[in-house]
């Protein structure tokens, strides 16, 4: 039997992806990402979501820096995408 490994091509992004994990949505310009919260609250008004805007580095760490949280419904949040159609060139 062979010892021999072959590795498996994974890009940067996909590595960051991984990184950050899968309730994370990163910037591809600013070096900042979207932490969702893993549980939402559901009220009369809505379901609640808790979202924490990260900075990637802070000086030379390598942890994310919590600039501040947003709570927004999920409800919103769908209108929004909704409306985002694909830039016509």
Known sequence: ?????????ISFSQRRKNTLGPLSVECQV???C???HDQ?????????IAVDVLSMQIEDEKKPHKICELIITR??????LKHILPKKD
Do not use: V, W
Not at 1 to 9: A, D, G, L, R, Y
Not at 40 to 48: P, V
């Open 30 to 32: 600013s070096g900042r």
């Open 1 to 9: 039997m062979s010892n021999k490994i072959t590795k498996f091509p």
């Open 75 to 80: 409800e919103d949040l769908l209108e929004a």
């Open 40 to 48: 939402s609250s559901i009220l009369e008004s809505g379901e609640f």
């Open 34 to 36: 979207l932490r969702f």
